[in-house]
Every structure is written in C-alpha cells, then in structure tokens.
C-alpha cells in the first residue's frame, strides 16, 4: 500500500535551518510529484511547492522562493524539504502529499500525505 | 494566483442533515482541477473529491462535488458522526497551487 513517512518533530532557534524527509513506498517513486504544505496550529492548509522525483525539478510558491529548497534521493524513495532563516512564524506542521496523475496526465490531486512534522521554532 | 474563498467559515448541523459547502475562485479553474479535503483534529487532510466532482477511492457516496469555471459546491447528504471536520478546497491547475480557508462544519 502507498505510504509517505515522514521524519520526526524538530526544535529550531531563529535563523537556523530545518530538513524534513518524506519516505515512499507502495509505488514508483519517480512517477508522481511530490508536494509540500504547511499548516501552523489552528490555521489553514499552505501550499509551499512540489518537486518532480524524476527530473528534480521544482516549483517553489513565491512566499518561499529563495528559502526553500525541494530535493530527493531516488535510491531510498526519500524527497526531502529544507526551510532555511527559520523565523517564530514558521512553527507549523509540515506535510509531505503526492499528486497522483493517471497515464493520459490527467491529475486526480493530492491523494497520499504523510503524518506531518511538526517544527518548532523558539529562541 | 488563484484565490478561493470558502463559504460559510462555520457550519452548525446535526447527524443527518445536509451540509452544503461553497468554494468560489477568483479566476477559472481549467479541467475542473479542483479537489476537497477533509481534515480531523491531528490528522492529516484525506483527498475527498478531485476533478470538481468524482469521488476518491473509498468515498462514501454521501459526499459529492459539482461545479465549473469559478463556482464549486461539496454536498454531504446525510451528516455522519465522523464527517463533522475541517473541510478544504484545492486548485491544482496552476501554481501556486491553492486552498480554500476551510470550512469547519460542527455539531
């Protein structure tokens, strides 16, 4: 079965970085994208890009461009999500979801996530 | 970028009701590439509906989606114990790829 996994909580101070991985299983990795969202407590669902396993290609949200980067490692089905100048206002949960597309590219959104991370950033 | 808007921000229904809710973009959305998601408290969100209006694997068919271009609606016909949640709407047409502020529907 289809199983994303993510790593353990994390406590960072201000202006450090953090690296979250996600690990696959179930399918072919390199098939379908891997998206990121964040959600800090009692708040809404944020998208903050997605990455292409196959190619590494990525595709940040503006709000994230030069902070973020997406990356992954094909032999171990890993995709990981690397915040950096980490700030109070990104202590959230972050999320790792595939985005499953069938064989005609017809995409049926994100239909796997992980069981979230929760980074905590404190002085 | 595409915004959407949820409405109502808070739904107060009871077992068995029906549960109507709103998801209106700010431009179309193309292909109908709109989803809802349901998350429960600690849990991540659970893909409901995707392409406007088919079901995910392992939907009850209580929940159903409709709509096109800039209006899109999810029904919960008859409210289960289980279905009082948060519920999102997504757009995955373009990036950044957006979500709804979420509906809460609450006993």
């Known amino acids: 079965q289809v199983q994303l996994v993510q790593s353990g909580a994390e406590v960072k101070k201000p202006g450090a970085s953090v690296k979250v991985s996600c690990k696959a299983s179930?399918?072919?990795?390199?098939?379908?994208?891997i998206n990121w969202v964040r959600q800090a407590t009692g708040q809404g669902l944020e998208w903050m890009g997605w990455m292409n396993p196959n190619s590494g290609n990525t595709d940040y949200a503006q709000k994230f461009q030069g902070r973020v980067t997406m990356t992954r490692s094909t032999s171990i089905s890993t995709a990981y999500m690397e915040l950096g100048s980490l700030r109070s206002e990104d202590t959230a949960v972050y999320y790792c979801a595939r985005r499953y597309y069938d064989s005609s590219g017809y995409s049926y959104g994100f239909d796997y996530w992980g069981q979230g991370t929760l980074v905590t950033v404190s002085s | 970028e595409i915004v959407l808007t949820q409405s109502p921000g808070t739904l107060s229904l009871s077992p068995g009701e029906r549960a109507t809710l709103s998801c209106r973009a700010s431009?179309?959305?193309?292909?109908?590439?709109l989803a809802w998601y349901q998350q429960k408290p600690g849990q991540a969100p659970r893909l409901l509906i995707y392409?406007?209006?088919s079901r995910a694997t392992g939907i009850p068919d209580r929940f159903s989606g409709r709509g096109s271009g800039t209006d899109f609606t999810l029904t919960i016909s008859k409210l289960e114990p289980e279905d009082f949640a948060v519920y999102y709407c997504q757009q995955y047409v373009s990036s950044p790829r957006t979500f709804g502020q979420g509906t809460k529907v609450e006993i």
């Open positions: 431009q179309s959305i193309s292909s109908n590439y």
């Open positions: 392409g406007a209006s």
């Open positions: 179930g399918y072919t990795f390199t098939s379908y994208d």
